[in-house]
């Protein structure tokens, strides 16, 4: 691998989030942005997932399904380098759902070194329950199990050994992974509220897109705002289908909407959220258990 410090530019945004928080719908819009209002769905113009095998493959030229988590962790930081490097791309956007974690050696599992920037995309944990229950085809219950799991992960290992076609995540429970993430000072953050998005979208897309340094006018913004409404990632959903749907859900795009939790959980699962993430739901103005 390509590994030389001293030229590896610093062009990776990561976009970063615990699942269903609004991080697809992201990428669709700046797939848009950079497509000059032109998106299909299944072909993003982002730069694919931290957690993929095949770009883990590609750069070490190693079979990742003979390695343990721990030896993967080594190599990651390195992986990215080595993708900063070679690609030409002024800027990279790559989406992670690992929490922001350190391997045995105590480096960051994301590399900072070649890092420009990272946004955080934060979900009301109530709305995201039933929206990942659907994304994984489990109950609501199992949903919030996950949440709450300290030791909470993605494509889990079996035998120690990796046979998904992603990576083992870390995830930590939901405030753990947003603290991960919030708390570090080594790559610069921006977080977006997914509500935020929905209330105030041309305000909200504009701030990050300045924040990635990307030099967009404001009807190229509104545009790629526009051609990713909801409705039309819905409608290119149910045409040609969504290669990032998990195939155990119904379907990827649901409802897109903030507040569906009072419809949807019952007391004891509401409190059982509110009970684990009460700290970080009101640093983020989730306390009053409305829809703001």
Not at 153 to 161: P, S, T, V
């Amino acid at each position: 691998m390509h590994n030389s410090s001293q030229d590896i530019a610093k062009k990776i945004v990561w976009l970063a989030s615990y699942p269903k928080s609004g991080n697809t719908w992201f990428r669709a819009f700046l797939s848009a942005l950079l497509g000059d209002g032109e998106l299909n769905i299944n072909e993003m113009k982002t730069d694919g997932i931290f957690s993929s095998r095949r770009i883990f493959d590609s750069c070490t030229d190693l079979d990742s399904t003979y390695l343990r988590d721990d030896e993967i962790k080594l190599l990651q930081p390195d992986v990215f380098c080595n993708v900063a490097a070679e690609y030409e791309k002024e800027r990279l956007f790559i989406k992670i759902h690992d929490a922001y974690t350190y391997n045995q050696v105590e480096q960051p599992i994301v590399p900072t070194q070649a890092s420009y920037g990272a946004l955080y995309f934060i979900r009301n944990p109530l709305d995201i329950v039933a929206s990942l229950a659907n994304h994984n085809g489990s109950t609501i219950d199992q949903a919030i199990t996950l949440m709450n799991n300290p030791k909470g992960c993605l494509a889990r290992q079996k035998n120690n050994l990796n046979v998904n076609n992603q990576l083992k995540q870390l995830m930590f429970d939901w405030s753990s992974h947003v603290e991960s993430w919030t708390s570090q000072k080594a790559i610069p953050l921006q977080v977006i509220r997914y509500e935020d998005m929905l209330k105030d979208p041309i305000a909200t897309f504009t701030k990050a897109v300045e924040f990635m340094g990307i030099d967009m006018n404001q009807e190229a913004i509104v545009k790629a705002i526009e051609e990713t409404s909801f409705e039309k990632l819905k409608t290119q959903e149910l045409k040609a289908g969504f290669k990032e749907r998990n195939k155990k859900g119904s379907s990827f795009f649901r409802s897109g909407s903030a507040g569906n939790w009072t419809k949807e959980l019952t007391e004891s699962q509401i409190e059982s959220i509110i009970a684990q993430h009460m700290n970080i739901m009101t640093s983020y103005n989730y306390c009053d258990f409305k829809t703001t």
